[in-house]
């Protein structure tokens, strides 16, 4: 069978970002994967939320997630 011709989600993007219901794109922050024992818990709780994505870069993503928005 062949694929169907379209648009495609970039899959590596869609894994990255999120973007919400009013249009931000959403990210998550760097540095939890490992080493933790150095660091303490108020950072590692900071880690752990999602933050906006730069302006700058919004465009790009939103290209690359198609259905998105």
Known sequence: M????GIK????VAKRFKITGT?????SRAGRRHL????NSKRLRSL???VQVDKTDTYRITQ???FSH
């Open 2 to 5: 062949r694929r169907p011709k």
């Open 9 to 12: 989600t970039k899959k590596s």
């Open 23 to 27: 249009g931000k794109v959403m990210r």
């Open 36 to 39: 933790a024992q150095t660091k």
């Open 48 to 50: 752990g939320k999602s």
């Open 64 to 66: 690359c997630l198609p």
